[in-house]
Nanobody
């Protein structure tokens, strides 16, 4: 079956950096679009970034210029590089993949989800 597993979360100070990983099994990541979402306590799940099957990317305005989404096809692993982190970036981050190859910003377009990894940015 298709499984996604996030890792790399942790506690960092304001202005710090963190790199999240999304390891996929039973699913070739490069054949599909993938995305990153986040959810803070008491808030709805929020779109962060997406990459399509050809490598084209799109970011939310809140992270544009600070975050980079990518994948390593040989390792079948996706990444989210996060720089210049702010306290408002604090959330559980989820990796997701869809059966289609086009980018998507709505969570309803994604079919497979990881369990999430906690990112906390201290003030």
């Amino acid at each position: 079956q298709v499984q996604l597993a996030e890792s790399g979360g942790g506690l960092v100070p304001t202005g710090g950096s963190l790199r999240l990983s999304c390891a996929a099994s039973g699913h070739t990541l490069s054949d599909h679009a993938m995305g990153w979402f986040r959810q803070a306590p008491g808030k709805e799940r929020e779109f962060v970034a997406t990459i399509d099957a050809l490598g084209s990317t799109y970011y939310s305005d809140s992270v544009k210029g600070r975050f980079i989404i990518s994948r390593d096809n040989a390792k079948n692993t996706g990444y989210l590089q996060m720089d210049s982190l702010k306290p408002e970036d604090t959330a559980v981050y989820f990796c997701a993949s869809r059966t289609g190859g086009a980018r998507a910003i709505l969570s309803t377009f994604y079919n497979f989800w990881g369990q999430g990894t906690q990112v906390t940015v201290s003030p």
